[in-house]
């Protein structure tokens, strides 16, 4: 199983991204995805997670700024990020509970998000 994520870059404080995460493999389902953030010198973060169902769960930093949304039928998960903050600067890690022949879960390579004030 591989995550591969994509979509990030430098951008101005106030600026959008999106970040998409697409997971590949002998996948029989996959369960909550979701982002993670790592930012210089911090500890890795949870952004936000998304239930199969659609249920969203976001940290209080970026309520009301970030969406996150999934595709199951591509096995997809995306973060919209609207109004960025230089706060916002960090390494961007996809995260996915998925069952291959057990349930497991499995890391994408990162992606680096850079705000510029």
């Known amino acids: 199983v591989q995550l591969q994520a994509s979509g990030g870059g430098l951008v101005q404080a106030g600026g959008s991204l999106r970040l998409s995460c697409a997971a590949s493999g002998s996948i029989f389902s996959i369960n909550d995805m979701g982002w993670y953030r790592r930012a210089p010198g911090k500890q890795r973060e949870l952004v936000a997670t998304i239930t199969r169902g659609g249920n969203p769960n976001y940290a209080d930093s970026v309520e009301g700024r970030f969406t996150i949304s999934r595709d199951n039928a591509k096995n997809t998960v995306y973060l919209q990020m609207n109004s960025l903050e230089p706060e916002d600067t960090a390494v961007y890690y996809c995260?996915?509970?998925?069952?291959?022949?057990?349930?497991?879960?499995?890391w994408g390579q990162g992606t680096q998000v850079t705000v510029s004030s």
């Open positions: 995260n996915a509970n998925i069952r291959v022949d057990f349930w497991g879960h499995y």
